[in-house]
């Protein structure tokens, strides 16, 4: 799996209050404003892939691909600062 720039970039260091992406005015209307925020709930789903992408898509109406996407960045997040 190859990674876009930015992801490779929001991996490398710690998120603190970064912005939510593409998806985040309709995160930000439910609550979820910041990375970090939607991480914690990454992190209330037990870092589960499915669990995740279905509340992601639910939440927000995340396509298949955005929501493997981000599953993806928060979990190579973690490996890397948790």
């Known amino acids: 799996m190859t ?5 490779r970039d929001f991996v ?4 603190g209050e970064e912005p939510v992406g593409i ?3 309709k995160l930000e209307e439910r609550g979820f404003d910041k ?5 914690g709930q990454f992190l209330v789903l037990k870092k589960d892939e499915d669990l995740f992408q279905e509340w992601l898509k639910h939440t927000c109406g995340a ?19 948790l």
Not at 3 to 7: A, F
Not at 35 to 39: D, E, G, K, R, S
Not at 63 to 81: I, M, P, T, V, Y
């Open 23 to 25: 998806l985040g005015k």
């Open 12 to 15: 490398a260091e710690p998120m």
């Open 3 to 7: 990674t876009s720039q930015k992801h």
């Open 35 to 39: 990375a970090c925020v939607v991480l």
């Open 63 to 81: 396509n298949a691909k955005q929501s493997q996407d981000c599953f993806g960045c928060l979990r190579e997040g973690c490996d890397a600062f």
